[in-house]
């Protein structure tokens, strides 16, 4: 079995293919709305899971070379479910990066030296408060 180092090379590689794969084939030109019922795959679940989608403008995007977005889904998802507006300003992917990361493995530690056998052991903590920095402009999501 290799060891993260071998993971972290695999991962490395992968990512330098990717980044010269998608300009090639103008990958981020092409980056429209989809249009779901022109999908074969869609046109039978689309009338019954159907699900309004809102563009919403001035709110932080991902940059066109960075092929990150579950960082941002995971940041918007949470600032949404903790009834927190969404920044405006510049997101921090390193911080996020780092943050989650090291929530990841504090969760992973604790449930390893634990023993844990099942993650509805955990007792429900509590809401998190959300500091912003004074530059911070926050804009409001609802449709």
């Not at 995007?61 to 300003?89: K, N, R, T, W």
């Not at 390193?94 to 099942?118: E, F, I, P």
């Not at 955990?122 to 449709?143: A, G, H, Q, Y």
Request: one cysteine or more; proline letters at 4%.
């Amino acid at each position: 079995m290799k060891g993260h180092r071998g993971h972290a090379d695999e991962i490395k590689e992968l990512a330098e293919m990717l980044s010269t794969y998608l300009p090639i084939f103008d990958f981020f030109e092409k980056k429209d709305c989809t249009d779901w019922s022109l999908l074969d795959a869609d046109k039978k679940t689309t009338d019954q899971h159907a699900f309004d989608v809102h563009i919403v403008d001035g709110i932080v995007q991902q940059s066109s070379g960075m092929l990150d977005c579950g960082l941002f889904v995971v940041a918007y998802a949470e600032f949404l479910s903790d009834g927190h507006q969404i920044p405006s300003s510049k997101f921090d992917l390193k911080k996020y990066r780092t943050r989650y990361a090291s929530l990841l493995w504090d969760y992973g530690m604790n449930k390893a030296c634990t023993r844990y056998v099942r993650d509805n052991q955990d007792p429900p903590r509590p809401k998190r408060t959300f500091l912003r920095s004074e530059d911070t402009e926050m804009i409001d999501v609802e449709p």
